[in-house]
């Protein structure tokens, strides 16, 4: 498997892990950061485990379309958290866009690994 995949999932999984843990446990930081439990939050809950499953599954059978695919999905929300929150001192904010950045570069390294692959 791919280095840089192997980390973006990894990656994943080291930050989704104390974020869900935290939301369930309603933390102190996660209230800071996300706000009172609601039951938006609940969904927000939702979909970080369901990016929580699939990193873990794709660790273990690596198939680098379904990597694209979920690289590509948490790209585009992580780049669009600063506009639907609306301000970059959010913790959460700063963090995606960091995140985003690094799977932007393994989503590139993988585009220009496939490019450069003979056609089957």
């Known amino acids: 498997m791919n280095l840089m995949i192997t980390l973006s999932l990894f ?25 009172a439990a609601t039951q938006a939050r609940g969904v927000l809950l939702s979909v970080y485990l369901a990016l929580l499953k699939a990193s873990v599954l794709l660790l273990l059978a690596c198939d680098p ?8 999905v948490q790209v585009a929300y992580k780049l669009t958290t600063p506009f639907t929150v ?11 866009l960091g ?22």
């Open 65 to 72: 379309k379904l990597v694209v695919a979920l690289l590509s």
């Open 99 to 120: 995140i985003a950045a690094f799977h932007m570069i393994t989503l590139a390294l993988i585009w220009q690994g496939a490019l450069a692959s003979p056609m089957n």
């Open 86 to 96: 609306g301000t970059l001192a959010n913790p959460v904010v700063v963090s995606n």
């Open 11 to 35: 990656l994943n999984i080291a930050v989704l892990v104390p974020v869900c843990a935290g939301l369930v446990m309603n933390a102190r930081w996660a209230v800071e950061c996300y706000g």
